[in-house]
């Protein structure tokens, strides 16, 4: 069993920044790729960053050049840091962990709310 705490979000506004946080606890082993979604209200849920196991990183169009994904293997944590904030950035952060076998793995969520 895996699980995962996001920490980080708040109210920023906009041209702010925030820095997003995911603590993976249990089995932690194998290939996989973690990743930072986010869904506003009214919208689904979208995929904002990924990055594997192996270090490739995805973005969503929205957010490149101002988002930056890492993470620490050695802490099992994986960030967010999000510069330039934009009002439409608002929403509930999630988490997720996916594996090849296709099982995945989601957070509770944290809101980040950019005021204009």
């Known amino acids: 069993q895996v699980q995962l705490v996001e920490s980080g979000g708040g109210l920023v506004q906009a041209g702010g920044s925030l820095r997003l946080s995911c603590g993976v606890f249990g089995r932690v082993f194998g290939i996989n790729v973690m990743g930072w979604y986010r869904q506003a209200p009214g919208n689904q849920r979208e995929l904002v960053a990924s990055?594997?196991?192996?270090?490739?990183?995805n973005y969503a169009d929205s957010v490149k050049g101002r988002f930056i994904i890492s993470r620490d293997n050695a802490r099992n944590t994986v960030y967010l840091q999000m510069n330039s904030l934009k009002p439409e950035d608002t929403g509930v952060y999630y988490c997720n962990r996916k594996y090849p076998t296709g099982r995945e793995y989601w957070g509770q969520g944290t809101q980040v709310t950019v005021s204009s």
């Open positions: 990055i594997t196991s192996g270090g490739s990183i």
